[in-house]
């Protein structure tokens, strides 16, 4: 999933962005998304908890603006690319010290801004790994192909893969956006990769190593499709 984020005060601004992105966006839609913030302390937590490839920074704010953003950010290893929005042409010099990529002045111009995805889309590859990061610098990588399926247990992450079974503290919603579109959450406590099912009986799928996965009742129509999808 490539994860956009805008960061602005005025409505205004945030919609005519998010309209622009959401028009040249070359991928699907289940393959992106796009969230709008109007606090940057709002948005620095967002890309704390999950990954965002590509980052559209006002400056002019009250408070925590988006330079100061970009430089927390930037501190704490944030690699993705930043692009500076602004009324006022004076920080662009600014924007170096932060390795931003761009700086686009408002009213923002449509054909720089599908240039801007466009170069980002290039270098676009959906990630091979997953990395959790946990508490006291804990730190697990798994190979995301690898991973057959998920299941939460309360605030327990289990990760079955091929090779051992990883527990890890955390939700279904949290990490569901950091997998590739064909992790299907085929139930509230479990998340599957569609590459292992083999077939669907009754209300569990079947995998591949002979495992079975529940399917929720109310998701038994939409299991067999999406199936149907991922043999074809």
């Avoid at 925590?64 to 006022?88: N, P, W």
């Avoid at 111009?109 to 610098?137: H, W």
Wanted: net charge negative.
């Amino acid at each position: 999933m490539y994860q956009i984020g805008i960061l602005d005060d005025e409505d205004r601004y945030l919609k005519q962005m998010e309209t622009i992105l959401t028009k040249v966006m070359p991928l699907p839609e289940n393959q992106y998304r796009i969230e709008c913030f109007n606090r940057a302390e709002n948005l620095l937590q967002a890309v704390r908890q999950q990954p965002f490839e590509l980052l559209f920074l006002d400056i002019l704010m009250n408070g925590m603006d988006g330079m100061d953003l970009a430089k927390v950010l930037r501190q704490e290893g944030y690699a993705g690319t930043i692009v500076f929005v602004t009324s006022s042409p004076e920080y662009a010099m600014a924007g170096y010290e932060v390795e931003a990529a761009q700086y686009l002045l408002k009213p923002v111009d449509e054909k720089k801004i599908a240039e801007i995805v466009a170069k980002q889309m290039s270098r676009y590859q959906e990630p091979k790994s997953l990395t959790l990061t946990g508490s006291g610098g804990r730190i697990q990588k798994i190979k995301i192909d690898e991973i057959r399926y998920l299941e939460v247990y309360h605030r327990t992450l289990i990760f079955y893969c091929n090779e051992e079974k990883i527990e890890w503290t955390g939700t279904l919603d949290g990490i569901e956006e950091s997998l590739p579109d064909y992790f299907y959450r085929c139930h509230r406590s479990y998340l599957v990769n569609m590459n292992y099912v083999t077939g669907i009986v009754r209300y569990e799928y079947m995998l591949t190593t002979g495992e079975r996965v529940p399917v929720a009742k109310n998701k038994y129509n939409e299991a067999k499709e999406k199936l149907i999808r991922s043999l074809s």
